[in-house]
């Protein structure tokens, strides 16, 4: 197999990237996977957790769309830089997520020029999210997000928000790929050679035996909870933070440990406006799936609002329960979560306090029995369309 090249901006996809990198070294020992680590501050802090998992990490600058003058200029030299950089690596197999970053963007154009590199994409959080009745175009963010990508693909690259919000940053760029790998009921939004569906989620193939470099983040206490909230959006809804009390309360009478944590996105949390004493306060940089990973026997529920980390929390079998409606959020805003949730497994809906008191939370967390046959479908599945390659 050829050397393989990862790219990832957020620390979910990176989660993903691991797992299959782990499974082709287990395959291949001598083939040599790579890490493109943009300087993102939801991933180039956890290189070190990494590490392990790849023969290198190569660190790249984190760019961002602008047209501001001084930041056009930044970013075409950057672009360069990693043409530049890439260009060592182009007899190589790349993996990439779909394209929402200038990042993402730049090296998808380099690879797309090369005869000598194919490209893997995968898809994970893509479900029904483009519902194009649900959206409007974001004309300045497709402006200038289009200015770098006619650029580098000759294709315009939309920037859309939920209608009735100031929700912009739903970006869409349709890509061409040789293999489009979707994650369990994920959708797919490039073009492709060849397609593979409904593939389990990889992050299980790190399992706690090997994951040596996240036992730090074994913190969670037996029979305990995690509230997922988000201060960034928190104005969306009404009373936001009475409302989360209300469900902290409700919560505390289960008799349940209770953790909280933030939205890594959020600049300067709010959750000081949380009245419990008993609750433990998450880092948020910290990933869910992480978290998950270590500690999924101690967590006997997991509660949000249509985030990646609900959908993640079912696939490896941890209870899921969705607060989207119990908010109140803009109808359009429901809907686009509900859409994105169904990607999920078996989320529960939470539409007031009673429903809580319905949740047995007497849960003994399922042993996941199925690594094996996971792995198979993926050696079946991907492994060898990878052979294909060569």
């Not at 036992?215 to 959006?233: G, L, M």
């Not at 469900?247 to 959750?271: A, R, W």
């Not at 880092?283 to 249509?306: M, R």
Request: hydrophobic share 40%; aromatic share 14%; net charge positive.
């Amino acid at each position: 197999m050829k050397q393989c090249v990862f790219l990832a901006s957020v620390e979910g996809d990176l989660l993903i990237h691991a797992g299959i990198s782990s499974l082709i070294k287990e395959i291949y020992p001598e083939n040599r996977n790579i890490l493109l680590l943009p300087r993102y501050p939801r991933v180039y802090k956890r290189a070190d957790d990494y590490k392990q998992y790849f023969d290198e990490i190569i660190e790249i600058e984190g760019i961002n769309f602008s047209l501001k003058p001084i930041e056009v200029l930044r970013n075409l030299r950057n672009i360069k830089k990693i043409f530049n950089l890439v260009y060592t690596l182009r007899k190589s197999i790349f993996f990439l997520f779909d394209i929402y970053n200038l990042v993402e963007l730049t090296v998808y154009s380099f690879v797309k020029r090369q005869n000598n590199s194919r490209l893997v994409t995968v898809t994970a959080f893509e479900g029904d999210e483009f519902d194009f009745n649900n959206l409007e175009k974001v004309f300045k963010g497709s402006l200038i997000n289009s200015f770098y990508s006619l650029i580098l693909t000759y294709k315009l690259f939309y920037d859309y928000r939920i209608k009735k919000s100031n929700n912009s940053g739903l970006n869409y760029f349709e890509g061409t790929t040789d293999l489009q790998l979707c994650i369990n009921k994920s959708k797919y939004r490039n073009k492709y050679v060849k397609l593979v569906r409904n593939l389990p989620y990889p992050a299980l193939f790190l399992g706690r035996k090997n994951n040596t470099a996240f036992s730090k983040y074994s913190i969670i206490k037996p029979f305990s909870v995690i509230i997922f909230i988000e201060t960034q959006i928190s104005h969306w809804a009404e009373n936001y933070w009475e409302k989360t009390n209300k469900l902290i309360e409700e919560l505390e009478t289960q008799k349940v440990n209770i953790y909280v944590k933030d939205h890594p996105n959020c600049q300067q949390s709010d959750i000081h406006l949380l009245r419990s004493k008993n609750i433990i306060i998450l880092q948020k940089e910290i990933s869910a799936e992480v978290l998950y990973l270590n500690n999924s026997d101690n967590i006997c529920g997991v509660f949000g609002h249509g985030s990646t980390s609900l959908v993640t929390a079912s696939w490896l079998m941890i209870p899921a329960y969705d607060t989207s409606n119990y908010f109140r959020f803009n109808k359009n805003y429901i809907d686009k979560l509900l859409q994105f949730l169904k990607i999920g497994i078996d989320i529960n809906m939470i539409r007031d306090v009673s429903d809580i008191r319905k949740i047995d939370f007497k849960f003994k967390q399922k042993e996941n029995k199925q690594i094996e046959m996971h792995k198979k479908i993926w050696i079946d599945q991907v492994i060898e369309e990878l052979r294909k390659f060569d």
